[in-house]
């Protein structure tokens, strides 16, 4: 048993082990990048680096067919900390070995708290408009909402991971059970007029039921593509069905732009029912995140360079309030100069093309965005710390030549 124990130890100890994990790593990181083009940075990251093994499907059938950046980035963790405590003694001399070894530790520890914690989100605003929420680009929500108070909407938002695996879903503020019939998590929309021989509406009730024909599509990871899932939910009351609703978060508008009509995706009205004295809505939309504060947009600046369409800079003139009045000020988010309050960071990430007053505004959390500033000054300081008291050794060992020379 010992000797069991001895190898398991020796095992994470081992140089040969670290000397692996660097290489795998390099290999990992040649690899997605290769891959970047095919699945874009955000799927990049889910199936390389944010996983225990890079899966490939076989016929259908997920294979592991490479370490994921969790495995290689937890086992060199283990190997840094089983390394210290196991072969290397503390001594002044290997001080800065010690601090760089440490920054390495945080940096690992730091990606996989940004995996777990960061959330990433967006915030359209129009000059004049105030929003106190945010919306995901990856992630939807169904929401039912009880718009009968004039005061007040009261709003019941369901993740998309739950309609997508069709469970019914009874919150206790719907009088009614919500039921999942059909989910694409990618979808093509054609207007019903234009297809031969269209297939029976997927619902009863709605305006999308009647207008569209909705086809499934391969869903997408690429950064310049998005995918428009689309679902078709009933409602089930004490009493029966009160029918079924097509809902998806884009369907196809025709556009005027330059003097031509082009085919573009819009997002679609809630849709509106009544049931028991109250007035609802339903609608498939991104996910979002309120806040307890709002920010308005007050003017957007867009500079581009002279003579051209290249974006020189953008900037976007914001007024922070809250509700109880304690912050009341006007900020200027710009390129390189975030907004940083309440645990968010604010960027100027983009606008919309062809509108000048209409600014894209990225939210991002990340409770620990300082650990990586953290680790790059101690394993910085570490290597200088150690190239010091080499040098110093050095200086004294020639001093001390020189002496017994002369």
């Known amino acids: 048993m010992n000797a069991l124990v001895r ?14 994990l660097l290489v ?5 990181v040649f690899a997605a990048t290769l891959d970047q ?21 076989v016929n259908g059938i997920p294979v592991p067919i490479f370490p994921g950046g969790y495995l290689i980035g937890g086992l060199l963790f283990i190997n840094l900390i089983a390394a210290h405590i196991y072969r290397f003694k503390f001594v002044w001399r290997k001080t800065g070995i010690f601090l760089t070894h440490l920054g390495l530790i945080l940096l690992l ?7 777990l914690w960061q959330e990433d ?22 929401a039912l909402v009880d718009t009968t108070d004039p005061k007040f909407d009261d709003v019941v938002a369901i993740p998309e991971a739950i309609v997508a695996r069709g469970e019914p879903v009874q919150h206790p503020k719907l009088p009614f059970r919500v039921v999942t019939k059909l989910y694409y998590p990618n979808s093509v929309a054609q207007p019903r007029a234009q297809v031969a021989n269209p ?21 997408t990871y690429k950064e310049n593509d998005r995918n428009i899932p689309v679902a078709v939910v009933e409602l089930v009351a004490p009493e029966g069905t009160l029918g079924s609703w097509v809902v998806t978060t884009d369907v196809p508008v025709l556009r005027t732009v330059d003097g031509a009509q082009q085919l573009g995706l819009a997002e679609p009205l809630p849709q509106k029912f009544d049931y028991a004295g109250h007035t609802w809505t339903i ?27 290249i974006p020189k800079n953008y900037s976007s003139r914001i007024r922070l309030t809250t509700p109880d009045g304690r912050d009341d000020r006007d900020v200027l988010i710009y390129m390189n100069n975030p907004l940083r309050y309440a645990g968010l960071t604010f960027y100027q990430a983009s606008f919309e093309k062809g509108n000048d007053h209409v600014t894209i505004l990225q939210v991002v959390r990340n ?18 710390v150690q190239f010091g008291i080499h040098l110093l050794g050095f200086i004294r060992k020639r001093r001390g030549m020189a002496a017994a020379a002369a």
């Open 24 to 28: 795998l790593g390099m290999l990992l």
């Open 283 to 309: 609608a498939l939309r991104a996910r979002r995140a309120y806040r307890p504060f709002s920010l308005t947009l007050l003017k957007f600046h867009n500079d581009v360079y002279a003579g051209t369409d």
């Open 121 to 142: 989100f967006q915030m359209r605003l129009e000059e004049g408009q105030t929003k106190n929420y945010s919306e995901s680009y990856r992630l939807d929500e169904l």
């Open 367 to 384: 409770p620990s965005w300082l650990l990586p500033y953290i680790s790059c000054a101690l394993m910085a300081l570490g290597l200088v």
């Open 109 to 115: 520890v730091g990606e996989l708290l940004s995996g």
């Open 37 to 57: 083009t095919n699945l874009g940075i955000w799927g990049i990251q889910q199936k390389w680096f944010r996983s225990f093994f890079v899966l490939q499907d």
């Open 7 to 20: 190898d398991f130890r020796d095992f994470f100890v081992s140089l040969k082990l670290t000397v692996v």
């Open 199 to 219: 297939p029976p509406p997927l619902a009863d009730q709605g305006p999308l039921a009647g207008r569209f024909v909705f086809s499934p599509q391969p869903v």
